[in-house]
């Protein structure tokens, strides 16, 4: 007859399981990135609806395709647009700041333009189109 | 419960854009909601891509006017290259207004001080 064996019952060796915890924690850890999308926002004019403004109210913003801008037509650094233009803003909140681009101007200069706008919290901001050559 | 909060937290990209470098810029906002916010890329050899295809600058404006209908508080996140021209970008500009798109935020990167 065959002797029925008791076994004793095999626990599964659980001293590890920490370090597996830990290791997927770390993956994670690296893993996650918390996207921020971020950037100027801007709202478009909705589509004929330009406006007639008093040309006393405009300031116009030339940038041409080396980088260079033309404030009001008087050559401008980069860097000095954001004062002038909150001079400018001071004297007349009114003022609209029309943005005119070369269609070979870099992308990067027009954002640094804007940027400069922003930071002297020029609210109306208008795009014009660049002529066509 | 770390380990929990992570795995929830983590996603997995979807999908990448094109190669671009993002121009730098100041005064940056951060952006409304993720939901509500649609991805144009732009590279500077001229190619426009939404949802990762390729598309054809005339179709920007179909593309777009599908997106506005089924959202209608859809941010366009335009994310150029810092030497793309400006003619593409009022292209993008033009076939947005004509969407009826009209919030438009350029994405850039913080500038380090």
Redesign the interface.
């Known amino acids: 007859m065959i002797k029925k064996q008791r076994r004793p019952i095999e626990e599964v060796n659980s001293s590890s399981m920490a370090d597996i915890a830990f290791l997927l924690l770390v993956f994670f850890l690296v893993t996650t990135t918390i996207s921020m999308d971020k950037g100027i926002s801007l709202v478009l004019p909705s589509e004929g609806n330009e406006l007639e403004v008093n040309r006393k109210n405009i300031v116009n913003i030339l940038i041409n395709e080396s980088g260079k801008v033309l404030l009001d037509d008087r050559p401008t650094k980069v860097n000095a647009i954001s004062g002038i233009v909150e001079r400018k803003l001071s004297r007349n909140s009114n003022l609209i700041f029309s943005v005119q681009t070369h269609p070979r101007t870099k992308y990067q200069d027009y954002i640094r333009v804007l940027d400069q706008l922003k930071e002297a919290k020029a609210t109306k901001i208008s795009i014009a189109n660049p002529p066509a050559f | 419960m770390?380990?929990i909060f992570?795995?929830v937290?983590?996603?997995?990209?979807e999908y990448e854009g094109l190669d671009i470098i993002m121009?730098?810029?100041?005064?940056?906002?951060?952006?409304e909601s993720?939901r509500h916010?649609s991805y144009v890329w732009a590279t500077k050899d001229g190619l426009v891509s939404v949802d990762d295809r390729i598309i054809n600058i005339n179709d920007l404006s179909g593309l777009m006017y599908s997106k506005i209908v089924k959202d209608p508080k859809i941010?366009v996140?335009?994310k150029?290259?810092?030497?793309?021209?400006?003619?593409l970008?009022?292209d993008i500009?033009?076939q947005?207004?004509?969407a009826?798109?009209?919030?438009?935020?350029?994405?850039?990167?913080?500038k380090a001080p």
């Open positions: 770390l380990l992570f795995m937290t983590t996603v997995m990209r121009p730098r810029a100041k005064m940056i906002e951060k952006l993720k916010t941010t996140s335009l150029a290259d810092e030497k793309t021209t400006m003619k970008i009022t500009h033009s947005l207004r004509t009826n798109a009209l919030k438009l935020s350029y994405s850039a990167l913080t």
